[in-house]
């Protein structure tokens, strides 16, 4: 339009001369009246040079999006059927899934509606009735000439839609990798997630996400995403709920077995706001095999597998059967609603397809997602669950694409796990395996499920069978030996985790796994051990190289030793130390009539000897059982919620005896400081160390420290030693804070 209008401006003059000369140079009949060879030579090069320039403005004011024209080139493929198919079918009046002439007569009242063929789920069918009727209505008010210029219009519409609604290309990606979200901090994790290596990025955010294949421009094909991502991470709007959540009356197990997210979670670069409940670890003997041959011989191996990750990356998943791909100028339009943030208007323009065309499972993956956004805006378990369901039925529709499979049965595990109905997440875990046996990072997902339960020796199965199939994937090392560890088998445990830790693999480098890794090296001597830490830290999964916890809110003070102005609980303190012998004997009658009541410590953190606490408060609840047997000390501590109302602590006595040794080790969380009240202290051999300072205790005085950094205690006397252990918040956390974190 703009070189017709420059043409006319050059070649237009305004005399009358001119117009003559124009006309007759013009003329059909070709004969030249005045015009010389020059003048047309000459201009003939005008025009060149103003097609020329106008061509240069096209392109350098970007007046024609080429991307988009060639995009709709390639999915018109000169089917002029297909494009009105998706804005035709819904005059579709005889059932046989398209319109033509037959259609037309219907609508114009020359032949009778028949009944249609496409099977209908009966809720559907109700509300698909009455849409349709109304168009009949109306079209047998319309004559032959508006309907062909309805279907003019409608094609004109097809062809020239508004830029960036792409269609997708519909390459299948074979591989895509994991990420877990535990806790809140992961697995992502870990969902999460993972927790995000997954076939898709859904939340605005996390596991972590970590991972997944590219993301595309088309509406339709977002759903995956590069992962671990960040992993996928639990929302903020979620923290509230977070609690209950995890705490689901239907799965009361769930939260007692979780030794996979145990006291150090999953992604450590969250905080403390998005934590969950720290589990136990348990311990089950198990055979160890020997890889020592893995590195060196899967070496070439390694290379070929990212060679066809990264080829795999560059395709896109089927997301469209053949019927949803007649209706998708329908299913961009609600996809677009939905990822501008439109969720409500979304989840109504896919119910309506659901309504519509209820055989289609894109339009109900849809239905799903916009139910999942709209629960994480409204902060809603039951909206949740519903889009938990929407992802179920999604599986069961017939003609359903493979991709689109993964991506539902994905997306409702982790669903799932976030609600902390661990144990519907493993059964839909295992739909997947079975579905899909080859893809080993469902296995590895189907690992992490039975983890989450406190079923090592299944996860262990599982992650045996992945490492036979694939001897490098690095998050199944990691894990195995995460599980090798737990069963203490601590020399074995290392060169998985360090190996899995060195792939790169999406989902391995989280600071649960550099923390063990550090741990079991320590253990075995090691000094390599602070080098894996220095790089945990590098990576900003621990607070500092001796500050390695992992359930922390960001910006508190951090300080290996306290003292008691530096706290604010100096009230707590005094009252403690002025005490400390009621304090004591009470403890010590249990220790002589119900010794029973002394626990061995069952962390597996000693080296060496006997350790037993007898525990008042835990997590801010009180054993009231236990109170009956110190009613005196119990009294006393109830005057301060810091202490009692601290639901990521404990309130104990610990006895040590002789010979004992407590290997290095960090607290859970920043979040609480730990009070020391010497009761019996022996005048030599016991001494504690916290970061790299000792420290001795002395009876009726209390130490504080902060037990998120690396300690460490000595037992060598010839009697055993008695302390009372008091954890308070850290002075920093503010009231909402201590009212909403997590209990630990």
Known sequence: ????????????????????????????????????????????????????????????????????????????????????????????????????????????????????????????????????????????????????????????????????????????????????????????????????????????????????????????????????????????????????????????EDRAHEDYSEDQGVESKRTEDDMAIEPEESEKPAKAEDYSNDVQVGKSEKETEQDKTEKAKKKKPKLLNKFDKTIKAELDAAEKLRKKGKVEEALRAFEALVNQYPQSPRARYGKAQSEDDLAEKMRSNEMLQQAINTYDEVVSLPNVPSDLIKLSLKREADRQQFLGRMRGSLVTLQKLVQLFPSETSFKNDLGVGYLLIGDNSNAKKVYEEVLSLAPNDGFAKVHYGFILKAENKIAESIPYLQEGLESGDPGTDDGRFYFHLGDALQRMGDKEAYKWYELGYQRGHFASVWQRSLYNVKGLKAQPWWTARETGYTELVKSLEKNWKLIRDEGLAVMDKKRSLFLPEDENLREKGDWSQFTLWQQGRKNENACKSVPKTCALLERFPEATGCRRGQIKYSIMHPGTHVWPHTGPTNCRLRMHLGLVIPKEGCRIRCAQENRDWEEGKVLIFDDSFEHEVWQDAESYRLIFIVDVWHPELTAQQRRTLPAI
């Open 1 to 252: 339009m703009a070189s017709r209008k420059s043409s006319r401006a050059a070649g237009g003059s305004p005399s009358p001369g001119s117009k003559r000369e124009t006309k007759h140079g013009g003329s059909k009949n070709g004969k030249k009246e005045g015009l010389s060879g020059s003048s047309f030579f000459t201009w003939f090069m005008v025009i060149a040079l103003l097609g020329v320039w106008t061509s240069v403005a096209v392109v350098w004011f970007e007046l024609v999006d080429y991307e988009e024209v060639l995009a709709k080139a390639k999915d018109f493929r000169y089917n002029l059927s297909e494009v009105l198919q998706g804005k035709l079918g819904i005059y579709d009046a005889d059932g046989d899934g398209d319109f033509d002439v037959e259609d037309a007569k219907v609508l114009l009242g020359l032949k009778e509606r028949s009944v249609p063929a496409q099977p209908a789920s009966p809720e559907s069918e109700e509300t698909v009735q009455p849409a349709e009727k109304s168009y009949v209505e109306s079209e047998h008010k319309t004559a032959d000439v508006e309907l062909e210029e309805e279907i003019q219009s409608v094609l004109h519409e097809a062809l020239h839609s508004q830029p960036g609604e792409r269609h997708e290309d519909e390459s299948v990606s074979d591989q895509w990798q994991v990420k877990e979200e535990i806790h809140g901090e992961t697995f992502e994790a870990p969902a999460t997630d993972d927790i995000l290596r997954e076939f898709e990025n859904e939340i605005p955010d996390a596991y972590e996400t970590p991972d997944l294949v590219q993301k595309d421009a088309d509406p339709m094909a977002d759903d995956v995403g590069a992962v671990e991502s960040e992993p996928y991470e639990i929302p903020d709007e979620y923290v509230a709920d977070l609690e209950e959540r995890v705490s689901d009356p239907d799965t009361p």
